[in-house]
């Protein structure tokens, strides 16, 4: 049972659009959610953060919005550019159970130049 | 430069051998873990260790093994029991068992035939 859902696997965006990569889940003990991007062959790297407490979180071009009680989570990224293009994976954690991170499958963006 | 390394970056091995896959880092992080990552699938969790000299198995821990002699260390064996060890290994760590945010190693792409 897939507790984090990116039911997209994969987006198309045009440069200077923007992209919006969605993420669901379904444990409500989950109280904090994070975003990595990774590039093929390569360890993901963490993006941005949010506390369940906080409903948007904003760093530059990247915001990320979570909806608790729809347990949605989404990820902006405004103006989009090539370099974006990676997989990115939302994560989730239940401090409760040791801070442990679950993970989405993943979604590919292509931001096309 | 602090950082997670692993090694190799590529590994071939035939079927019923053992092989250990390192993962070191200079963080001065107490925590680390071993992930599993498959083609168009999220990562899975395999071993963790919140301390030195002690881990917990993950959701996928079968035909796996783990030491942490070291705190800067936190090798992976796949062993003959793992039935599809082909994938890309992941290896993190974070500050302690507190913190969510986890820091990712560039990966060990396995190959068993």
């Known amino acids: 049972d897939q507790q984090v859902k990116q039911n997209s696997p994969s987006l198309s965006v045009q440069e200077g659009r923007i992209s919006i990569l969605n993420c669901d889940y379904t444990?409500?003990?989950?109280?904090?959610f994070l975003w990595y991007k990774k590039y093929p062959a390569e360890g993901p790297t963490f993006l941005i953060s949010?506390?369940?407490?906080?409903d948007k979180n904003e760093d530059g071009r990247f915001t990320v919005f979570l909806n608790k009680s729809a347990k949605h989570l989404s990820l902006h990224i405004v103006p989009s550019q090539p370099g974006d293009s990676a997989v990115y994976f939302c994560?989730?954690?239940?401090?409760?159970?040791?801070?442990?991170?679950?993970f989405g499958g993943g979604t590919r963006l292509m931001v096309k130049p | 430069d602090g950082g997670i390394t692993q090694s190799p970056k590529y590994l071939f091995r035939k079927e019923g051998q053992n092989v250990t896959l390192s993962c070191e880092q200079n963080?001065?992080?107490?925590?680390m873990y071993w992930y599993r990552q498959d083609p168009g699938q999220g990562l899975r969790l395999i071993y963790y260790?919140?301390?030195?000299?002690?881990?917990q198995k993950g959701d996928i821990a079968e035909g796996y093994s783990v030491s942490r002699e070291k705190k800067e260390s936190f090798p992976l064996t796949v062993t003959s029991a793992q039935k599809n060890p082909t994938a890309f290994y992941l290896c993190?760590?974070?500050?302690?068992?507190?913190?969510?945010?986890?820091?990712f190693g560039p990966g060990t792409r396995l190959t068993v035939t």
């Open positions: 993190a760590s974070s500050m302690d068992r507190g913190s969510y945010e986890q820091y």
């Open positions: 444990n409500s003990m989950f109280d904090y």
């Open positions: 949010i506390s369940s407490i906080k």
């Open positions: 994560a989730a954690s239940d401090r409760n159970a040791g801070n442990m991170l679950t």
């Open positions: 963080l001065n992080h107490d925590a």
């Open positions: 260790s919140q301390i030195v000299n002690d881990f």
